[in-house]
């Protein structure tokens, strides 16, 4: 069975640092690994879609990085702003759609 | 495109009455629709996979008489939380899925009282 887990589990940095969020997955035969935004009380905003061929995805200052091999996925936001406090969501998408989150990681950026 | 509306977004009920939440795809047909549960400060769990005209499949420890689930047509699926209990207070997100992809609701906060 699929597990993803995120670490940290919580991060706080001051604006302007650099945020990097690991994800690992234990089983690597994944389609696709895809990041999520979670803002309090509300759904999911995708971020980035990793397709299982690719070794990254970049978004403005997002950038995705996925290692098969290891299990490891790695989210890099640059230059961190207040406005991308929010929880981080990781899933690894199995077979025909289905999802396995991690618990996410609650990013606070202070201004 | 790709556009998904869950609906209500937010409800209070009395333990022993059921709730109905609705999620519709407006601009795609979805084969498939997967239902998801969220507690606070965890992650969200899968709790059924439902395809047009057929029966859902409910993960391991949901119940499926509980939890009702209607997927009468490629836009329109809907969880029914029947006799709901505080313990069913949680965050519901449908997702649709359309061949290689899936879309999420923005969710239904649940809160039973």
């Known amino acids: 069975k699929q597990e993803v887990t995120q670490i940290p589990a919580a991060l706080s940095v001051p604006e302007g640092e650099n945020l990097v969020l690991n994800c690992s997955f234990t089983d690597s035969a994944i389609y696709n690994l895809q990041w999520f935004r979670q803002d309090p009380g509300k759904g999911l905003t995708s971020l980035l879609l990793i397709q299982s061929s690719q070794r990254e995805q970049t978004s403005g200052r997002l950038n995705a990085s996925l290692d098969k091999s290891s299990g490891r996925s790695t989210l890099y936001i640059a230059a961190s702003q207040p406005g991308d406090s929010a929880t981080y969501l990781c899933?690894?998408?199995?077979?025909?759609?289905?999802?396995?989150f991690g618990a996410g990681t609650q990013v606070v950026v202070t201004p | 495109g790709a556009v998904v509306s869950q609906h209500p977004s937010r409800v209070i009920c009395k333990s022993g009455t059921s709730v109905k939440i609705e999620c519709r795809s407006l601009d795609f047909q979805a084969t498939t629709m997967f239902w998801y549960r969220q507690f606070p400060k965890q992650s969200l769990m899968l709790m059924a996979t439902s395809n047009e005209g057929s029966k859902a499949t409910y993960e391991q420890g949901v119940e499926k008489d509980k939890f009702l689930i209607n997927h009468a047509s490629l836009t329109l699926s809907t969880l029914t939380v029947t006799s709901a209990h505080p313990e069913d207070s949680s965050f519901y997100i449908c997702s649709p899925f359309r061949n290689t992809e899936a879309f999420f609701g923005q969710g239904t906060r649940l809160t039973v009282v």
């Open positions: 899933a690894a998408i199995q077979a025909a759609g289905k999802f396995q």
